[in-house]
């Protein structure tokens, strides 16, 4: 494959596989006991994870309606809402609306998805799913960019592939494990295959369900993120794949990468390639790679990081095979290596402002989380606080909205 690099990184997986936690640095790398944390679980309030939050009621009117089940990114000063069929931009500072990008449809411009997308704040592109394996590129100010088609083609399935932004002009893909070619990340520049590092996990890179008609069963499943897909095989074993482009995540001018069954959290240079930087102590309920077809009882699957200068905020999923799957919020702050898990349903304890719990859904590459806040339990809120006298005004503010309004969004810093 012309100008590519192939990086293994054997060595470092075996060697990071016998770190052992406690908050301890090793060989310079950050060490996270999300093992003892889960062990230990406790509310998580909103002072242990951001400095301060902010409310941005969304302007509503019948051109600029938001379904339900919405999701929010931040994208430089804009909101990107995306729900049902339609990907939104709201001002970040007024919440007032100021476009549509893109739309699904089969024509040259037409995308396949608006979910699932990401956007690069070097260029104030989006960019979603198109048509056989292509993206759909558009500008911050509605117009159709480009289609593009990564050089590296996904397997069939049930391979999967993932990708988003390393700076303003490289991208970054995700591709699974065959049973051909082990999983692998590679760099892009247009057409342009920069680099690719293999992930060498472990002896077999079978996929473990290998076609359409050794499937009994597939689901999706929530994750308080883009959800994951379950297959289950007629032999009796499992997969489990990421939806999305969850596999990344960016912070400033850095982008991460973990790998489901490595317990490794990677930086990725068009340079360096995979440079790994911290590692997940799961103690107990550790999933090895070669057991990951098998159900494992309790056992942790991290599906999505979120990260700020300074916290790292994840979610997981146990049992994630059997019929007592749980999801987790997991918040690590960098200053003391704190490490606190809840259950996702409980959500973050606002005792900053006394209002409703928030649940992280994003984070800007600035740092800035965004959650939503649906409009009927804000205005439900007020009517179960109407005798309340000391309502921060950020919070007092909401009382406008109605129950057929917009969601608010939360903006935490």
């Known amino acids: 494959m012309k100008n590519c690099v192939y990086q293994f990184a054997m060595s470092a997986c075996l060697f990071l596989a016998a770190c052992s936690g406690g908050g301890t640095k090793v060989a310079k790398?950050?060490?996270?006991?999300?093992?003892?944390?889960?062990?230990?679980?406790?509310?998580?309030?909103?002072?242990?994870?951001?400095?301060?939050?902010?409310?941005?009621?969304?302007e509503t009117t019948d051109s600029c309606l938001v379904d339900k089940g919405a999701s929010v990114t931040i994208l430089n000063d804009w909101l990107v809402v995306v729900s049902g069929r339609n990907c939104q931009l709201f001002d970040k500072e007024t919440g007032r609306f100021v476009r549509t990008v893109g739309h699904v449809g089969?024509?040259?411009?037409?995308?396949?998805?608006?979910?699932?997308?990401?956007?690069?704040?070097?260029?104030?592109?989006?960019?979603?799913?198109g048509w056989k394996g292509s993206f759909v590129m558009y500008g911050a100010d509605g117009r159709f960019d480009r289609t593009w088609t990564p050089p590296i083609v996904s397997g069939a399935f049930p391979n999967i592939s993932a990708f988003t932004y390393l700076d303003a002009e490289v991208i970054a893909g995700y591709y699974s494990a065959s049973d051909s070619l082990p999983a692998r990340v590679a760099l892009f520049r247009g057409n342009e295959i920069i680099r690719v590092d293999s992930l060498l996990m472990g002896q077999s890179e079978e996929n473990g369900v290998a076609g359409v008609n050794d499937i009994a069963m597939i689901s999706v499943l929530k994750d308080g993120g883009s959800g994951v897909v379950l297959i289950k095989g007629k032999d009796g074993r499992s997969a489990i794949y990421s939806l999305g482009n969850t596999y990344f995540w960016n912070?400033?001018?850095?982008?991460?990468?973990?790998?489901?069954?490595?317990?490794t959290i990677y930086q990725i240079s068009a340079v360096k390639g995979l440079q790994p930087v911290r590692v997940l102590d799961l103690g107990a309920y550790g999933w090895a790679y070669n057991e990951r077809f098998e159900d494992k009882k309790d056992a942790i699957y991290p599906t999505k990081f979120m990260e700020n200068k300074d916290v790292i905020f994840f979610r997981f999923m146990t049992n994630v095979y059997n019929d007592k799957q749980k999801t987790y919020n997991a918040l690590y702050r960098k200053a003391d290596g704190t490490v606190k898990v809840c259950l996702f349903d409980e959500r973050i304890t606002d005792d900053m402002n006394g209002f409703l719990p928030l649940q992280p859904i994003s984070v800007s590459s600035s740092g800035e989380f965004a959650a939503i806040l649906p409009s009927e339990e804000v205005v439900s809120w007020f009517e179960d606080n109407a005798g309340k006298t000391d309502i921060p005004s950020g919070v007092a503010a909401l009382k406008k909205v109605g129950e057929e309004d917009n969601p608010v969004v939360a903006i935490m810093e």
Do not use: M
């Not at 996270?32 to 406790?42: E, R, S």
């Open 29 to 58: 790398l950050e060490v996270i006991p999300l093992g003892a944390a889960f062990d230990n679980q406790t509310e998580l309030k909103t002072s242990d994870c951001f400095k301060k939050i902010r409310y941005v009621a969304l």
């Open 106 to 129: 089969e024509d040259p411009e037409g995308c396949s998805t608006v979910h699932g997308g990401w956007q690069n704040p070097y260029t104030g592109k989006l960019s979603f799913a």
């Open 251 to 263: 912070i400033d001018k850095e982008l991460y990468f973990h790998h489901s069954y490595n317990d």
